[in-house]
């Protein structure tokens, strides 16, 4: 048994200082007080917070299509995951046009298995939607993919309204959930011609999806959901307009649930009027100030249900492989091992949010929608023992030569964080401690169950 002593535990009913023991990879109490026995390990955590594991629902790792393959595979962005805190994180396996969905399945399995310092799970991506991918949806719910993801946008991934209206009817009668790429595929390709044309480099992959692409497919969406009568996921909401959509859908009684992430809460448009600016193109793009206030508002009135952080990186190099053609430029950012930091540090350090509240945004909501909560998600008895001690005080400078990403760049260089990552329990065993990795390749398969919404 482990004991862990006088931390502040962030647990569903409140945070609350006491201590917690852990015993064969789960929680085995919470108290006030415990008194270890003689044989058990104590750990002293005065002065830490005491977090269930931080929880990413949307990475992609070992991920290649025409442009390029990711900088980061399963071994490296686990690794990443963790040294941040994140000790699940779910990835997008996605179906091959003319594949069938286990056979995608069997596929990131293979990317994954043994390679993991975290835990970790999968979506399932549809891009061919058919009879037979439909027979194989109640199989992919009894090996624990409870959550899928549809394309609006991109041409060798999107489908059309009919399939998505479909998609969610067939899902939502097995208990599942979808989340969608919200941006008008066809507005898409129009603005790439239309920007290509101007050669107007980096700046192109804004101007070729503003703001409207985005909120017209979450409206489109939204109301495709309404009529469908399903739940619906809308993930890396960036935009004000798209935001609007979401209230009205919501004040008609829908259950809408909305994911952004650090980048589009921290970061503008400017950036790609920097020289380094393919480094940024990641789709949706980053948006003016203005939606970016839009969202921080959002997120701290409690409309944005969860943050996670589509890390999808490159190096610079193969950003800048493009040269001039913005549309070559593969799209994505690093991100993973910098959430909790970034939002601790934007949020909480600040005094704009609570941790109880950062917590319910980074590991209890996520672990509800995916279908892992109380297991994950939550310092409850009998919850898994994936804990994060975090320390409040720490202080440091966020740089790529730091950071354990596979990449050689972070969109958040020289961002001065307060608070970090002090130990991580990753089912009861130390993985993390003082910072250091002391334990990688401990990450398992999770298989989920059906999400609560
Ligand atoms: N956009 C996506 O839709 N997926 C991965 C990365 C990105 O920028
Ligand atoms: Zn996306
Ligand atoms: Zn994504």
């Known amino acids: 048994m482990l004991v862990i002593q006088n931390g502040w535990l962030v647990t569903p009913q409140g945070a609350a200082f006491g201590d917690m023991a ?6 085995a109490a919470l108290g006030a007080r415990l008194s270890p026995a003689p044989q058990d390990d104590v750990l002293d955590a005065s002065g830490l917070w005491v977090f269930p594991g931080f929880i990413d629902a949307h ?6 299509n025409d442009l390029a393959h990711t900088a980061d595979d399963f071994e490296t962005g686990t690794r990443a995951a963790l040294m941040g805190g994140t000790t699940c994180v779910v990835d997008f396996a996605t179906q091959e046009r003319g594949g069938t969905l286990s056979d995608a399945l069997a596929q990131w399995h293979r990317k994954a298995q043994g390679r993991c310092s975290c835990h970790y799970a999968f979506h399932m991506a549809i891009t061919d939607w058919n009879e037979r991918t439909r027979a194989e949806l109640a199989d992919l719910l009894a090996a624990g993919v409870s959550t899928f993801k549809l394309y609006m946008a991109y041409d060798a991934l999107r489908v059309n309204d009919g399939e998505l209206y479909d998609v969610l009817v067939s899902t ?17 390709n129009a603005g790439v011609r239309r920007e290509r044309q101007s050669d107007a480099g980096v700046q192109g992959h804004p101007r070729s999806r503003p703001a409207a692409v985005e909120a017209e497919a979450v409206e489109r969406l939204l109301r495709i959901a309404q009529v469908a009568d399903c739940p ?3 993930v890396h909401l960036s935009t004000r307009e798209g935001l609007e959509a979401v209230r009205r859908a919501r004040g008609r009684g829908q259950c809408v ?7 589009y809460l921290l970061l503008s448009d400017e950036r790609y009027r920097r020289p380094d600016g393919a480094n940024y193109v990641c789709s949706p793009p980053l948006r003016p100030a203005s939606d970016r206030e839009a969202l921080v508002k959002a997120l701290l009135e409690g409309e944005i249900d969860t943050i996670a952080t589509d890390h999808c990186s490159y190096t610079s190099a193969q950003k800048a492989a493009a040269g001039r053609d913005f549309s070559r430029i593969p799209n994505g950012l690093p991100g993973v091992e910098h959430r909790a930091v970034a939002m601790m540090s934007a949020f909480v350090a600040t005094g704009r949010m609570d941790a109880a509240a950062m917590c319910r945004l980074l590991s209890e909501n996520p672990a509800r929608e995916m279908g892992m909560y109380p297991c994950k998600g939550a310092l409850r008895v009998g919850s898994d023992a994936d804990v994060v001690l975090w320390d ?17 760049y972070t969109p958040y260089e020289g961002l001065r964080v307060s608070g970090g990552v002090r130990h991580v329990l990753l089912g009861g065993r130390w993985a993390v401690r003082d910072g250091r990795l002391i334990a990688p390749n401990l990450g398992s398969y999770v298989a989920r169950r059906q999400p609560q919404l």
Do not use: S, Y
């Not at 990475?59 to 290649?64: A, C, E, P, Q, R």
């Not at 097995?174 to 008008?184: D, P, Y």
């Not at 649930?257 to 980048?263: A, F, G, I, N």
């Open 232 to 234: 619906v996921k809308v």
């Open 22 to 27: 852990v015993d064969c990879g789960r929680i």
């Open 59 to 64: 990475t992609h790792f070992d991920m290649g």
């Open 257 to 263: 649930r909305v994911e952004t992430c650090p980048q």
């Open 392 to 408: 409040p005080n720490a202080a440091g400078v966020l740089t790529a030569q730091g950071q354990w990403q596979n990449t050689d």
């Open 172 to 188: 939502a009668r097995l208990g599942g959930l979808v989340g969608v790429h919200c941006e008008n595929g066809d507005l898409v």
